[in-house]
Antibody, heavy 118, light 107 residues
Framework: EVQLEESGGGLVQPGGSLRLSCMVS????????MDWVRQAPGRGLEWVAR??????????VYAASVRGRFSISRDDSKNSLYLQMNSLKIEDTAVYFC?????????WGQGTLVSVSS | DIQLTQSPSSLSASVGDRVTITCRAS??????LAWFQQKPGKAPKSLIY???TLQSGVPPRFSGSGSGTDFTLTISSLQPEDFATYFC?????????FGQGTRLEIK
């Protein structure tokens, strides 16, 4: 069964850092494009970042709102995806979903909440 | 960026009704358009990709159509479990973008 499980969310002060993890089971993470999508409380969905598959060169792409602050990466030995978030802002507060980028976004994790507040 | 505008923003309907939600793109999205269903407190669920292709396991009462800038999601006969919020999403160009959502409520 294909499953994505996020962890690492929590409360952090503005300017702080947090690293989200996404443990993948049921498929090999390096074979697929993988994304992070977020949803602010009571709001819509916002695509955050993408890492292409190993076969497509491990290329990373970011939304303008996070470029230069966030970094997406993969650990193939752990079959996991990560999102390093630095210089966090209040407006980064959201539930962050790990998503498999196959046929658009076919499989989603349950999400992990990141709250940025002083 | 490609902006997506959904209409209506909310919709009240009854079990058994046929409902249609539209999604208009600010520029050509080809057929790189997907639809998602989200229930409160849950992750979105993929329904349709490539404008009209059902994801595996999605009931055939859901259908999608369109290309370019105008797309529709149709539910042919509403079931109780279909009351949720629906989002469209384009993956033609980065940044990938979503519509603002259509909340489907029970009348």
């Amino acid at each position: 069964e294909v499953q994505l499980e996020e962890s690492g969310g929590g409360l952090v002060q503005p300017g702080g850092s947090l690293r989200l993890s996404c443990m993948v089971s049921g498929f090999t993470v390096s074979d697929y494009f993988m994304d992070w999508v977020r949803q602010a409380p009571g709001r819509g969905l916002e695509w955050v970042a993408r890492c292409t598959s190993k076969a497509r060169g491990d290329i990373t792409v970011y939304a303008a709102s996070v470029r230069g602050r966030f970094s997406i990466s993969r650990d193939d030995s752990k079959n996991s995806l990560y999102l390093q978030m630095n210089s966090l802002k209040i407006e980064d507060t959201a539930v962050y979903f790990c998503v498999r980028g196959y046929n658009s976004f076919d499989t989603w994790g349950q999400g992990t909440l990141v709250s940025v507040s002083s | 960026d490609i902006q997506l505008t959904q209409s209506p923003s909310s919709l009240s309907a009854s079990v058994g009704d046929r409902v249609t939600i539209t999604c208009r793109a600010s520029q050509d999205a080809g057929i790189s358009l997907a639809w998602f269903q989200q229930k409160p407190g849950k992750a979105p669920k993929s329904l349709i990709y490539a404008a009209s292709t059902l994801q595996s396991g999605v009931p055939p009462r859901f259908s999608g159509s369109g290309s370019g800038t105008d797309f529709t999601l149709t539910i042919s006969s509403l079931q109780p479990e279909d009351f949720a919020t629906y989002f469209c999403q384009q993956y033609e160009n980065y940044p990938y973008t979503f519509g603002q959502g259509t909340r489907l409520e029970i009348k």
